[in-house]
T-cell receptor, first 113, second 115 residues
Framework: AQSVSQHNHHVILSEAASLELGCNYSYGGTVNLFWYVQYPGQHLQLLLKYFSGDPLVKGIKGFEAEFIKSKFSFNLRKPSVQWSDTAEYFCAVLSSNTGKLIFGQGTTLQVKP | GAGVSQSPRYKVAKRGQDVALRCDPISGHVSLFWYQQALGQGPEFLTYFQNEAQLDKSGLPSDRFFAERPEGSVSTLKIQRTQQEDSAVYLC?????????????FGPGTRLTVT
């Protein structure tokens, strides 16, 4: 069965610290991967996506993620976080059979000013 | 432009009541998805429409859950005889094309609390 695992459930960082959130997936077909973010009181928004090509993808607000096929991973990174990055982050894989998204359970990021 | 909208934003129901949750997708979007998000969890797929056709309802947890999209635009998720375990945020998402590698655009969700 397809699944997504996010290892860090709650991360607390100080401003300017570097961020890496882990995401591993289990899926045997063509892989399309996403990171979504949910800021407090707001709806899910797309941070970045990988469909094909360059495995290092850049998204909004300085975020990037690297698709490593051999490790079944798609970790999210940001070199220097800001207080405004406080949010919940979700990794997801697209099921090519039906188009549905399979989400990880999310990581809550708290950035202290 | 207008995004995905959902109504109501909050719904409190007594156990046993029926509820109806509405989703207005982005105009012209072919695909529409419903997800259920329990507290502290990621969204879980419920059902998928391509235009008016319900192509996948494998995620609906019981026959108390029913979804429709009769004209290929607005969709309604109905829950009959609500139970406490139905308490969750119900998310709607739309996508411009049919099955394929496309971004899904999410609405704000409806938070359902069953007392």
């Amino acid at each position: 069965a397809q699944s997504v695992s996010q290892h860090n459930h709650h991360v607390i960082l100080s401003e300017a610290a570097s961020l890496e959130l882990g995401c591993n997936y289990s899926y045997g077909g063509t892989v399309n991967l996403f990171w979504y973010v949910q800021y407090p009181g707001q709806h899910l928004q797309l941070l970045l996506k990988y469909f094909s090509g360059d495995p290092l993808v850049k998204g909004i607000k300085g975020f990037e993620a690297e698709f490593i096929k051999s490790k079944f991973s798609f970790n999210l990174r940001k070199p220097s976080v800001q207080w405004s990055d406080t949010a919940e982050y979700f990794c997801a894989v697209l099921s090519s059979n039906t188009g549905k998204l399979i989400f990880g359970q999310g990581t809550t990021l708290q950035v202290k000013p | 432009g207008a995004g995905v909208s959902q109504s109501p934003r909050y719904k409190v129901a007594k156990r046993g009541q029926d509820v109806a949750l509405r989703c207005d997708p982005i105009s012209g979007h072919v695909s529409l998805f419903w997800y259920q998000q329990a507290l502290g969890q990621g969204p879980e797929f419920l059902t998928y429409f391509q235009n008016e056709a319900q192509l996948d309802k494998s995620g609906l947890p019981s026959d108390r859950f029913f979804a429709e999209r009769p004209e290929g635009s607005v969709s309604t998720l109905k829950i009959q005889r609500t139970q406490q375990e139905d308490s969750a945020v119900y998310l709607c998402a739309s996508s411009p094309r049919g099955q394929g590698a496309y971004e899904q655009y999410f609405g704000p969700g409806t938070r359902l609390t069953v007392t």
